[in-house]
């Protein structure tokens, strides 16, 4: 039987990067994948295909939209679904060769199969293809099982018209009538791909506000720019079915005023959050225990109430990114190397890929108001910028919440171009604890996009933005 330092189960963002630095940190080192591809949800049906849908998509709106105004005149501008959807293969498949490669290189043995626990140091790896399971022996288990899409009881999938975000990525024609229930990041970037490129575009969402769970003030602009494309957004609404006869599909929710819509379209996407994943891992042979909303029960180090089974990424509490996955990959494979790693929560970033992009990091404004703190706010919007005129890109703003006493920055929400990238900036600066006059006080190159986080600090250290 094969024995391992760590075997790792999953290889998603969290389980592939565990799964490296277990190696670098000179582990003997198992990885665990049913699917044929490596990269998990992230790479196969996730974050990879959908930006790049969202990179084709915008190049075809721009086309259409500005390039007239650019000076660039195009004649007989079409899409074409199927060598848009081939390329967005090809990106996935470079991805995911690229994580093979990456196994490889690191010397980690891939087992193809679904894992199971036999015991706590016994995994059993069955061929998802049939044929006989093997067993290894391992001294630590890293499970990074990831997610799957939430479903709604009362509305039945059938994955062909009524379909979840991995269905949403491979439809190869522009749809009559794209409803999606659900106005959080999963709907707003697949509503984004196929307004862009002429679908009617419904999103039906229960809260009264999009994007809930970031700053509100970014789901306000973007209601408003989204709706500029044509994106019609039902808030405050209570979908209570979604039908399929024949080619139509039927959506009805409770209005906010407790009439009822009837929404006909020709698919309707489910994108209301995604449920941890542990089917088939057999947690009770190994007496992993669980939490609510079925999420692996964990402590402050990742580890279960098992020693020497940690747990990561989607499948335990917290923000279910990819990013996040990552960092808990590296620590927790320092972690079993007896290192003293740290992640701060608080400074994840969060993103929407639209056009704007959207993201936020640290406190929203609405928690610094839930816990009394006293704070100031600077701002500064992308229509003041020479940069975003220049690319015709000025909607949206830079908002700075910082400490009234200290000035030290709390929180950073965008929205406007390139902030994806952006964001980062905000990340490091509050990593080192900086004041927002710290910031201010940096050159940023010129003319760039991040001049507005410059400008935002700015008018947060004392209204002093130049430039509006
Ligand atoms: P996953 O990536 O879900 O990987 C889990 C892996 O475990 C899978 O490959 C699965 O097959 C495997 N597995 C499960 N059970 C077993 C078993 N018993 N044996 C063997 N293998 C098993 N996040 C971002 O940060 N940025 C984005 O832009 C972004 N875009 C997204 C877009 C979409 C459409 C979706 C659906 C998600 C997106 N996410 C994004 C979220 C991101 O994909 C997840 O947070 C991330 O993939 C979680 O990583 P993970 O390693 O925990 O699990
Ligand atoms: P989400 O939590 O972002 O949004 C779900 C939305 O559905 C919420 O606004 C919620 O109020 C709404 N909702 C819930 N029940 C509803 C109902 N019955 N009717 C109408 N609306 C309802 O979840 P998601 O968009 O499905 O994404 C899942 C996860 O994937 C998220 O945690 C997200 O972080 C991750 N993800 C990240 C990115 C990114 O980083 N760019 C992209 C896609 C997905």
Redesign the pocket.
């Known amino acids: 039987m094969n024995q391992y330092d760590v075997t790792v189960i999953g290889s998603g963002p969290g389980g592939y990067v565990a799964a490296i630095r277990c190696a670098q940190l000179g582990f003997k080192t198992a990885l665990i994948e049913k699917y044929p591809t490596l990269g998990g949800t992230c790479l196969n049906v ?2 990879i295909p ?1 930006k790049a849908l969202l990179d084709s998509t915008e190049h075809y709106h721009n086309a259409h939209t500005t390039f007239k105004e650019h000076g660039i005149e195009l004649k007989d501008l079409a899409v074409n679904m199927n060598q848009m959807m081939d390329r967005k293969g090809g990106v996935v498949k470079a991805n995911v060769d690229g994580i093979a490669y990456l196994m490889k290189k690191n010397k980690i043995d891939v087992l193809a199969g679904v894992g199971s626990f036999v015991d706590k140091n016994h995994i059993s790896i069955a061929p998802t293809g049939g044929g006989a399971a093997q067993q290894i022996e391992t001294k630590n288990v890293i499970i990074a099982t990831g997610s799957k ?1 939430t479903v ?1 009881p009362f509305i039945q999938q059938d994955k062909q018209r009524i379909i979840t975000s991995t269905e949403a990525l491979t439809i190869r024609e522009v749809p009559k009538h794209f409803i999606v ?7 707003l ?1 697949m509503a984004s791909i196929y307004a862009r490129i002429g679908a009617k575009v419904s999103v ?4 009264d506000s999009l ?3 970031m700053d509100l003030a970014l789901g306000k602009e973007l209601k408003r720019i989204l709706g500029k494309i044509g994106i019609q957004f039902y808030l405050g ?3 209570t079915g979604a039908t399929r006869a024949g080619d139509v599909v039927t959506v009805t929710a409770t209005t906010p005023k407790g009439e009822e819509l009837k929404l006909e379209g020709d698919y309707c996407l489910v ?4 449920s941890p994943y542990t089917a088939g891992l057999n947690l009770e042979a190994a007496g992993v225990q669980m939490e609510e909303r079925g999420r692996i029960k964990v402590d402050a180090h990742l580890q279960t109430n098992v020693p020497g089974i940690y747990a990561i990424g989607d499948v335990v509490r917290g ?3 990819a990013h996040k996955a990552e960092e808990e990959g590296t620590f927790v494979a320092e972690t079993i190397a007896g290192q003293k790693p740290h992640i701060n929560y608080l400074l994840i970033p ?4 639209t056009w704007p992009e959207v993201a936020g990091v640290g406190y929203t404004e609405e928690q610094l108001k839930q816990e009394g703190k006293a704070y100031k706010v600077g701002s500064f919007p992308f229509k003041a910028s020479g940069r975003a005129r220049a690319s015709m890109d000025t909607d949206g703003f830079v908002k700075v919440l910082a400490d009234k006493t200290t000035d030290e920055i709390l929180g950073v929400h965008m929205i406007g171009p390139r902030i994806a990238d952006l964001i980062a900036e905000a990340v490091t600066a509050m990593e080192f604890r900086a004041s927002a006059e710290d910031v201010a006080r940096m050159s940023h190159a010129h003319p760039t996009y991040a001049e507005a986080m410059k400008e935002a600090c700015l008018a947060a250290t004392d209204n002093r933005a130049i430039h509006m």
């Open positions: 996730g974050c959908s899409p709604l229930i659900g106005g959080g990041v999963i709907g970037e039906v969402e229960y809260t994007i809930p769970t609404h209570k979908v994108a209301v959050g995604r923000a279910m990114l969060g993103v929407v890929y």
